[in-house]
């Protein structure tokens, strides 16, 4: 597709509930990156991958975040045992070879 | 980690007048952008600055980057109604193996 494109829109789950986010990159571009932006805030790194490889993973807030790209292209972000203080919105980006990158719309998740 | 500190928060002006809004950074950076974000979108980029000193500009937006390497500003000149959304700095550590760091927005309201 032309742009990043990210699954699903809005997410409600439950306390305790596992959730998986879907990020389809811009087809080529080499990097993907996954921020979680609260209420009210800019949006702050979670991980980083470049191909298949996860090169940055210093931004997850906890054991209960992983994220994988098995094959170097669309990547899930899993959230395990979901708590309220994981309700954000979730951008995926990806760029080519410059610092610029190109996000998707977001997966809106609200734990109740 | 690194903190970016935008300011203002928040700004209401009137149809045609001119917005300024700025960026600074505890640390240098050798990259600055500039984000647009509207309700339910991801960030959209508006504005890269990769050299001290640049100023660019992007039809009635203008950027640049400041000299110290330490700050950023954006200015919108004679401004409309579309303009409303939360406007972003971004920037990127001279090191740059760490990740994009963002600001927490500026808000701006354009009353007709």
């Known amino acids: 597709g032309a742009g990043v494109s990210q699954s699903p829109r809005y997410k409600v789950a439950k306390r305790g509930q596992d959730v998986a986010l879907r990020c389809d990159p811009i087809?080529?571009?080499?990097?993907l990156f996954w921020y979680q932006q609260a209420l009210g805030q800019g949006p702050e790194f979670l991980t980083y991958f470049q191909n298949e490889a996860q090169l940055d993973k210093s931004g997850l807030p906890s054991d209960r975040f992983f994220a994988e790209r098995p094959e170097g292209s669309v990547s899930t972000l899993k959230i395990q045992r979901t708590q309220q203080e994981d309700s954000a919105v979730y951008l995926c980006?990806?760029?080519?070879?410059?610092?610029?990158?190109?996000f998707g719309n977001g997966t809106r998740l609200t734990v109740t | 980690g690194q903190q970016l500190n935008q300011s203002p928060q928040s700004m209401f002006i009137q149809e045609g007048e001119d917005v300024s809004m700025n960026c600074t950074s505890s640390s240098i950076f050798n990259t600055w952008l500039w984000y647009k974000q509207d309700p339910g979108e991801g960030p959209v980029l508006l504005i890269a600055?990769?050299?001290?000193?640049e100023l660019t500009s992007n039809g009635r937006l203008t950027a640049q980057f400041g000299i110290t390497r330490k700050d950023s500003f954006l200015n919108i000149s004679a401004s409309i109604p579309s303009d409303v959304g939360i406007y972003f700095c971004?920037?990127?550590?001279?090191?740059?193996?760490?990740?994009?760091?963002f600001g927490k927005g500026t808000r701006l309201s354009v009353i007709a």
């Open positions: 600055l990769y050299k001290a000193g």
């Open positions: 971004a920037g990127l550590s001279l090191s740059g193996n760490t990740p994009l760091v």
């Open positions: 087809s080529g571009h080499v990097s």
């Open positions: 980006a990806s760029r080519d070879r410059g610092p610029p990158l190109h």
